[in-house]
């Protein structure tokens, strides 16, 4: 609705000279009709100002009563809406839109000077520190569009065309006039501007904030606590930087904390990261990247799903040609207290990596392992993660971790464990470790790869922890195609398990939370490049569409894996076919769960009880324990393993029972 306004009548502005308001030209002053001119008391106005009706007051969580209108303030070239809250600025207000019910109290200068973007545009120099993976941000930058920007040069094309979408946007945005949208509160700040303030965002007792963009919302709002000094920012809904944190030349995506004097610079954090006490330098921070202590440093590295112990720390040049390397620590990676890696290097996923390394690394086709700083060597126990409670507890917590309330999710973010992505490792994993073992001799007792160390025990069970990960999978894939089908014969049997879709074969890729078929990515920047997709909201509407047909895609890449498996296509195949992959499926998940329960009672042994019963023996020991952590049986992860174990033997047992009727 277009807001109507008129000029002050002589009555309302000699009202206004009696409570000390002034103004270099009263012409330039309109009000919407309703306007209280004794709502405004010692305001210096100037410039062209527009004001509405100040007929509300602002209750405050306490109950404190505060009337609306303009209190002890200089106002220049606003537009100030309904039921405001403006008392006390220390210096001015300039260059600003200031919607309806907004609270601005006890600040120094909020202004808009020149042209400005409000952050969007800006260049982060991720990853690489001198430059060469630039990264532009805008408003609703997803980790998908960025991770193609940062690590797809090879697609030169596609890259300067996305950044080219990306100027356009920002250019569409530009103004000389900020914006405070309805419902914000600022209070208690010092310095505010070229900030475009976003619906219900609250900030109270930031000492800076310079170029940037809050993208707050009623359902998420944004909230910027004390102390804090952002310049060239922008961040999103339902996300708090707080506690005197340092942010320069930064992207912080939805459902973000960072606090307690975090410092970042040139860096990108998507959904659900959290930072606190530590530092980040280029680094690309995909979804739930977590950092939580003081002496961490992460630099110039991208990770996903990660947790960085205290102490973490990388390197990043060789102190010849400068900051040039870059670290890939794959979804799901781990960092114990005082580790350290030497970029470059690669850790595949859902890796623990322990120790000291001071040799470039590349463990991207061994995930699920343990990488072991030990005397000056890395040793590399694969597939052990695999049998880790550890590694489950990570996976059920990272949907229930999912703070973003944003009914619109900027971020795709696909949290399964176990994904086409994840088993195209294994069997990359187990086939290297059963070359390694041919080609070194079956007598060898330590193996050589990549700068690390193999022990012999620890090659065997990799290949059996691998082996039994991927029968679980494509077990689960076979089952959850043939649900809630009545099967009458093997043509029947053969008809469901030829996939429906073509999309889906072939390599698979983690681009920062989303998994999705490799061709998928190349078809959307084939369409970036032939003009099909036009916009940055296009390609934000392409990434949404892979997400949705992950499982629609994730059949086609199983049949082809279980046809390899099994030496056949699926075609050919027959109900003792299936009755053979159910089986294996069915001894593959008890097994992994019954190593998950024998993690699990390992922390409720004697030993794990040192520290508590501090003034008994073993039995105040156990007593104390139990009241802490609670019994074995009744913990919540104990449980939830045992119930796996009975609804996937039923599952199975069920599916078996219905496929046998057509043998």
Same mark, same amino acid.
């Given at each position: 609705?277009?807001?109507?306004?008129?000029?002050?009548?002589?009555?309302?502005?000699?009202?206004?000279?009696?409570?000390?308001?002034?103004?270099?030209?009263?012409?330039?002053?309109?009000?919407?009709?309703?306007?209280n001119?004794?709502?405004?008391?010692?305001?210096?106005?100037?410039?062209d100002?527009?004001?509405?009706?100040?007929?509300?007051?602002?209750?405050?969580?306490?109950?404190?009563?505060?009337?609306?209108?303009?209190?002890?303030?200089?106002?220049?070239?606003?537009?100030?809406?309904?039921?405001?809250?403006?008392?006390?600025?220390?210096?001015?207000?300039?260059?600003?839109?200031? *919607?309806?019910?907004?609270?601005?109290?006890?600040?120094?200068?909020?202004?808009?000077?020149?042209?400005?973007?409000?952050?969007?545009g800006?260049?982060?120099?991720?990853?690489?520190?001198?430059?060469?993976?630039?990264?532009?941000?805008?408003?609703?930058l997803?980790?998908?569009?960025?991770?193609?920007i940062?690590?797809?040069?090879?697609?030169?094309?596609?890259?300067?065309?996305?950044g080219?979408?990306?100027?356009?946007?920002?250019?569409?945005?530009?103004?000389?006039?900020?914006?405070?949208?309805?419902?914000?509160?600022?209070?208690?700040?010092?310095?505010?501007?070229?900030?475009?303030?976003?619906?219900?965002?609250?900030?109270?007792?930031?000492?800076?904030?310079?170029?940037?963009?809050?993208?707050?919302?009623?359902?998420?709002?944004?909230?910027?606590?004390?102390?804090?000094?952002?310049?060239h920012?922008?961040?999103?809904s339902?996300?708090?930087i707080?506690?005197?944190?340092?942010?320069?030349?930064?992207f912080?995506?939805?459902?973000c904390?960072?606090?307690?004097?975090?410092?970042?610079?040139?860096? %990108?954090?998507?959904?659900?990261?959290?930072?606190?006490?530590?530092?980040?330098?280029?680094i690309?921070?995909?979804?739930?990247?977590?950092?939580?202590?003081?002496?961490?440093?992460?630099?110039?590295?991208?990770?996903?799903?990660?947790?960085?112990?205290? +102490?973490?720390?990388?390197?990043?040049?060789?102190?010849?040609?400068?900051?040039?390397?870059?670290?890939?620590?794959?979804?799901?990676s781990?960092?114990?207290?005082?580790?350290?890696m030497?970029?470059?290097?690669?850790?595949?996923?859902?890796?623990?990596v322990?120790?000291?390394?001071?040799?470039?690394?590349?463990?991207s086709?061994l995930?699920?392992?343990?990488?072991?700083?030990?005397?000056?060597?890395?040793?590399?126990?694969?597939?052990?993660?695999?049998?880790?409670?550890?590694?489950?507890?990570?996976?059920?917590?990272?949907?229930?971790?999912?703070?973003?309330?944003?009914?619109?999710?900027?971020?795709?973010?696909?949290?399964?464990?176990?994904?086409p992505?994840?088993?195209?490792?294994?069997?990359?994993?187990?086939?290297?470790?059963?070359?390694?073992?041919?080609?070194?001799?079956?007598?060898?007792?330590?193996?050589?790869?990549?700068?690390?160390?193999?022990?012999?025990?620890?090659? *065997?069970?990799?290949?059996?922890?691998?082996?039994?990960g991927?029968?679980k999978?494509? +077990?689960?894939?076979?089952?959850k195609?043939?649900?809630?089908?009545? %099967?009458?014969?093997?043509?029947? %049997?053969?008809?469901?398990?030829?996939?429906?879709?073509?999309?889906?074969?072939?390599?698979?890729?983690?681009?920062?939370?989303?998994?999705?078929?490799?061709?998928?990515?190349?078809?959307?920047l084939?369409?970036?490049?032939?003009g099909?997709?036009?916009?940055?909201?296009?390609?934000?509407?392409?990434?949404r569409?892979?997400?949705?047909?992950?499982?629609?895609?994730?059949?086609?890449?199983?049949?082809?894996?279980?046809? *390899?498996?099994?030496?056949?296509?699926?075609?050919?195949?027959?109900?003792?076919?299936?009755?053979?992959?159910?089986?294996?499926?069915?001894?593959?998940?008890?097994?992994?769960?019954?190593?998950l329960?024998?993690d699990?009672r390992?922390?409720?042994?004697?030993?794990?009880?040192?520290?508590?019963?501090?003034?008994?023996?073993?039995?105040?020991k156990?007593?104390?324990?139990?009241?802490?952590?609670?019994?074995?049986?009744?913990?919540s992860?104990?449980?939830a393993?045992?119930?796996?174990?009975n609804?996937?033997?039923?599952?199975?047992?069920?599916?078996?029972?219905?496929?046998?009727t057509?043998?």
């Amino acid at each position: 609705m277009v807001k109507k306004y008129r000029k002050l009548t002589r009555n309302e502005i000699q009202s206004m000279t009696r409570n000390n308001c002034s103004c270099d030209d009263w012409g330039k002053i309109m009000v919407m009709e309703g306007f209280n001119p004794l709502q405004c008391k010692n305001v210096t106005f100037s410039g062209d100002i527009k004001l509405g009706v100040f007929d509300k007051p602002f209750v405050e969580e306490s109950g404190v009563s505060i009337p609306a209108g303009i209190l002890n303030a200089r106002i220049h070239n606003c537009t100030i809406g309904s039921n405001v809250v403006i008392n006390n600025t220390g210096e001015y207000i300039a260059n600003y839109n200031i *919607e309806d019910e907004v609270i601005i109290k006890n600040c120094g200068k909020i202004c808009t000077e020149g042209i400005s973007k409000f952050g969007n545009g800006t260049s982060i120099a991720v990853l690489n520190e001198a430059g060469g993976r630039m990264v532009k941000i805008w408003d609703r930058l997803s980790a998908h569009e960025a991770y193609i920007i940062a690590l797809y040069r090879h697609r030169s094309k596609a890259v300067k065309i996305l950044g080219k979408m990306i100027d356009d946007y920002s250019d569409s945005i530009a103004s000389d006039r900020g914006i405070i949208s309805r419902n914000s509160r600022i209070i208690n700040c010092n310095s505010i501007r070229n900030v475009k303030v976003g619906p219900y965002s609250r900030i109270e007792g930031a000492v800076s904030l310079d170029e940037g963009s809050i993208n707050s919302c009623k359902e998420d709002p944004v909230f910027i606590g004390p102390g804090v000094i952002m310049e060239h920012f922008i961040v999103c809904s339902g996300s708090i930087i707080t506690e005197s944190t340092l942010i320069d030349k930064c992207f912080i995506g939805q459902g973000c904390v960072l606090g307690k004097h975090y410092s970042a610079e040139n860096s %990108l954090f998507f959904a659900n990261c959290e930072g606190y006490h530590g530092e980040a330098c280029s680094i690309f921070a995909g979804p739930h990247t977590v950092t939580h202590h003081k002496s961490t440093l992460l630099i110039a590295g991208i990770f996903s799903f990660m947790n960085a112990g205290s +102490g973490s720390n990388q390197s990043n040049h060789m102190y010849k040609l400068g900051p040039i390397h870059q670290g890939i620590m794959e979804r799901g990676s781990k960092t114990t207290s005082d580790t350290y890696m030497l970029w470059p290097a690669r850790i595949g996923p859902f890796t623990l990596v322990m120790g000291r390394h001071y040799k470039n690394m590349d463990t991207s086709s061994l995930p699920f392992s343990y990488l072991i700083g030990s005397n000056d060597e890395s040793i590399l126990v694969p597939a052990i993660n695999l049998r880790s409670v550890g590694t489950i507890r990570d996976a059920q917590k990272w949907p229930l971790r999912d703070k973003r309330k944003d009914p619109v999710k900027i971020d795709q973010v696909n949290f399964n464990l176990l994904s086409p992505y994840t088993i195209r490792k294994m069997i990359e994993g187990r086939d290297l470790l059963r070359n390694l073992k041919s080609l070194s001799g079956e007598v060898s007792s330590t193996f050589t790869y990549k700068n690390m160390l193999i022990k012999g025990a620890s090659l *065997e069970r990799g290949i059996e922890l691998y082996q039994t990960g991927i029968n679980k999978f494509l +077990g689960n894939s076979i089952i959850k195609r043939l649900e809630n089908n009545t %099967l009458k014969s093997n043509k029947e %049997l053969q008809k469901r398990l030829t996939p429906d879709k073509k999309m889906g074969s072939g390599e698979w890729v983690d681009v920062a939370g989303l998994i999705t078929p490799k061709q998928a990515v190349d078809n959307l920047l084939d369409d970036i490049e032939s003009g099909i997709i036009k916009s940055v909201a296009d390609v934000e509407e392409s990434f949404r569409n892979m997400h949705k047909c992950y499982y629609e895609w994730e059949w086609t890449w199983s049949c082809e894996r279980i046809e *390899e498996e099994e030496g056949k296509p699926v075609t050919e195949f027959s109900a003792d076919d299936v009755i053979r992959i159910v089986e294996r499926w069915k001894k593959s998940v008890v097994d992994l769960d019954k190593m998950l329960y024998n993690d699990a009672r390992k922390e409720f042994t004697l030993s794990s009880m040192t520290g508590f019963g501090i003034d008994g023996g073993d039995e105040e020991k156990k007593q104390d324990f139990e009241q802490v952590r609670g019994e074995f049986e009744s913990n919540s992860v104990v449980a939830a393993i045992q119930d796996h174990i009975n609804q996937k033997t039923a599952l199975g047992d069920g599916l078996i029972k219905r496929v046998e009727t057509i043998r």
